[in-house]
């Protein structure tokens, strides 16, 4: 490249998944394409290179056991003896110690001489005459990958430069998790939707977002500069001076609106004919709490607690997990926090520890429950034990229908009883609610209303199931869409049904924080809105602007409407009357 020429500025156009805007260097993350490189390594670091391979070993031994136990339990032995002849491998010393030797001998990098040794065992096993043989390299390249992953898992944080924008084809909750604790400036990606688990988490840390870019990986190297824009799905490359000085100017905007929502922080979340909303927020982990107590919350709507599992690889035992909970009891009260048992499964951790066709509708959130009670049992136990002020609520995930909610109960009985035998303190009047996000649960709101003390619409996966529309798949992005009017008439059916048996209902999707939304919701008569704290000031200021009286009227035309776009222009030019300075994305 010429240096007396400044590179092309190129807009790629994405889907916004967490808001704010920042600029800096691009972060070339491409862990799913292991990029092989040799290098030598100084004589002094050889034995450091062997521990770090052995490491990597051990760590892969590790996962594949987990594997192979949740294989066997869920796809029979026959199956899971794929894993096993993987592990096998990672026993063989034979191969491993040609390894060692090389690395000593050579002075090379470890994933350098793994990936020469194990291609060579593969080369031998594609010549064989043997078909099954053959048909076993694809096992081979598995265990080579992960093998090289976990060693270059270790290496990427030493490379990753703080204040970087992480440039990804996807990114995993847990890369999240990762990058943010070594201040990442902000994401984007080729693939992804923004109700996806990683988006969940950028915006919850408040890490500017943008997924579904289709092609950035191949417009950007690292050290490139860009601006990510979360606020619109914008991601600049090579920005021109003319647009980092516009977006230098957008940043103090935003900045100037966020400090007038300082002053709402104390304010209740009452309308202007005086009903009081329950706004609370959104958590994954007990860090952010003294955050979203500063945003003026109302307490825990969702807290996510596989939060619990993140960077680890087994469950913790009831004694971590209580130490946890009761952090995040603690610190919400004299507020409540409404506490979701483990919705492991779908995109979320450790599910790719368990292969499965079509995760979504596979074995998640409560299923795995309610089918590992040595899993369930323990959760339970840490979480009524958290109870004991009073302020602690059991949440339900991924129910879809009435069984699998006596099940649940009948578990938490038991391990109430146990409790009591052993005069261990809980919360006798502990309330126990479901999130309605399957439709047939949707369906079934009334009965369910019924059964429980609580419901929560959780959104992300209502629309996903209900349109059958991957939350995760930016193909069809596009069709998901929260204001489709079958989602309106949905949730309309859910408050309805709560109402008539007069329990109460709350939302906890990411639609409770869309501000294009607050006048519908409140207009159907939801009472309590649980949203990622970033945003809640701005709902706050939306919900004092209104009266019932005014959404309710809103509410009503809009679900009279019968198209997603005639939906939108409506609610939008109603928010613009009624609280004009609230940024709306540009359409
Ligand atoms: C939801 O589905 O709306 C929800 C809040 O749960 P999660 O996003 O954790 O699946
Ligand atoms: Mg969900």
Redesign the pocket.
């Known amino acids: 490249m010429n240096s007396m020429n400044a590179p092309e500025e190129i807009v790629l156009h994405g889907i916004a998944a967490a808001p704010g805007i920042v600029m800096g260097p691009a972060y070339l993350f491409e862990k799913h394409i292991p990029r092989i490189e040799e290098k030598s390594i100084a004589a002094e670091d050889v034995e450091r290179e062997i521990n770090r391979l052995k490491n990597a070993v051990a760590r892969s031994e590790k996962e594949l056991q987990k594997i192979l136990s949740l294989a066997e339990q869920k796809m029979g032995d026959n199956k899971a003896k794929v894993f096993e002849a993987q592990i096998m491998i990672l026993n063989d010393m034979i191969l491993f110690n040609a390894i060692y030797h090389r690395i000593e001998r050579e002075r090379k990098n470890s994933e350098f001489v793994v990936h020469g040794e194990i291609t060579k065992y593969q080369q031998v096993m594609l010549s064989s005459s043997d078909e099954y043989m053959r048909e076993r390299v694809h096992d081979v390249e598995d265990v080579k990958n992960r093998v090289i992953r976990n060693i270059q898992h270790e290496k990427i944080l030493s490379r990753f430069d703080d204040h970087s924008i992480v440039v990804a084809p996807i990114l995993t909750p847990a890369d999240t998790i990762l990058f943010s604790r070594n201040e990442v400036l902000g994401y984007a990606t080729d693939s992804g939707g923004n109700t996806s688990h990683a988006a969940l988490f950028a915006r919850a840390l408040k890490i500017p977002s943008v997924v579904g870019l289709k092609n950035v990986t191949s417009c950007v190297h690292t050290g490139d500069y860009l601006v990510v824009d979360g606020y619109n799905g914008v991601v600049i490359v090579h920005p021109s001076e003319k647009t980092k000085t516009e977006c230098r100017e957008r940043i103090e905007r935003f900045d100037a609106f966020e400090a007038t929502l300082n002053t709402l922080r104390s304010l209740p979340a009452t309308t202007i004919d005086g009903k009081h909303i329950m706004l609370t927020s959104n958590i994954e982990f007990p860090e952010e709490i003294d955050y979203v107590n500063a945003q003026g919350s109302e307490g825990i709507g969702l807290y996510r607690t596989e939060g619990v599992l993140m960077g680890r690889d087994s469950f913790p035992p009831e004694e971590e997990q209580y130490e946890q909970y009761k952090t995040v009891a603690d610190k919400a009260f004299p507020h409540s926090v409404i506490m979701r048992t483990f ?1 492991i499964g779908g995109d979320k951790v450790m599910a790719q520890e368990h292969f499965e066709e079509n995760p979504f509708l596979g074995w998640r ?1 409560i299923r795995l429950s309610l089918d590992r009670p040595e899993i369930f049992l323990p959760q339970i136990h840490a979480l009524l034990r958290a109870s004991v002020r009073g302020n602690v609520r059991i949440m339900l ?2 129910v879809s229908g009435l069984k699998e909610i006596r099940l649940a109960k009948k578990f938490i009985e038991e391990a109430k009883a146990k409790l009591r035998q052993n005069n261990v303190p809980f919360d006798e009047a502990i309330k126990i609610g479901v ?1 309605i ?1 399957v439709p047939s649960a949707a369906l079934l709101a009334g009965e369910i209303a019924q059964e429980v003390d609580f419901l929560s619409i ?1 959104t ?2 209502l629309i996903q199931y209900l349109l059958a529309v991957d939350r995760d798949n930016e193909v069809v992005s596009s069709l998901y869409q929260e204001f489709h009017p079958a989602v309106l008439r949905t949730i309309d059916h859910i408050i309805r049904e709560a109402k008539r048996h007069h329990t109460p209902v709350g939302m906890c ?1 990411e639609m409770a924080g869309d501000p294009l939304a607050t006048l519908l919701l409140l207009g159907l008569g939801l009472d309590a809105f649980s949203v990622v704290p970033t945003v809640l000031p701005e709902i706050k200021k939306i919900i004092r602007a209104v009266s019932i009286v005014e959404a309710k009227e809103i509410a009503s035309r809009a679900l009279a409407m019968d198209s997603e776009e005639d939906i939108k222009e409506f609610l939008r030019i109603n928010l613009a009357a009624i609280a004009p300075d609230i940024p709306l994305p540009e359409e």
Do not use: L, V
Request: proline share 10%.
């Open positions: 919705d959130g995930p991924m999130m996000e959780g992300n996966d999707g």
